[in-house]
C-alpha cells in the first residue's frame, strides 16, 4: 500500500541521438517535465554548437539531475538484466 506522501518511482528509457545503444535508463521519483526541463536544454545546446567545444554524455545529464534535485531519487542504467522464466 502505498502512503499519501510517498512518491512514485518511474523508469523512463533517455533517448538523446539517432543511436539506440546511446539510450539510457533512469529510476526516479522525477516527473517527465522534470527530465526534460533538465535534459533538453543541455542537448539543445550541443546541437546548436558548431564544434566540439560543447559535449555532454550520459554521465553529465545524470549528474545534473542529481545537482538540480538533490532530494530525488535518481539511478542511472546503460541496461537492465533479464528474467527469463
Do not use: G
Amino acid at each position: 500500500m502505498k502512503n499519501k506522501n510517498q512518491k512514485s518511482t518511474n523508469v523512463y528509457e533517455i533517448n538523446t541521438t539517432a543511436w539506440d545503444e546511446e539510450n539510457f535508463y533512469l529510476l526516479t521519483t522525477l516527473t517527465e517535465k522534470q527530465v526534460i526541463k533538465v535534459i533538453k536544454p543541455i542537448v539543445s545546446k550541443e546541437r546548436r554548437s558548431n564544434s566540439d567545444e560543447y559535449f555532454y554524455d550520459n554521465e553529465t545529464l545524470v549528474s545534473t539531475l542529481i545537482e538540480k534535485y538533490p532530494d530525488e531519487v535518481v539511478e542511472f542504467y546503460q541496461s537492465f538484466e533479464t528474467i527469463t522464466i
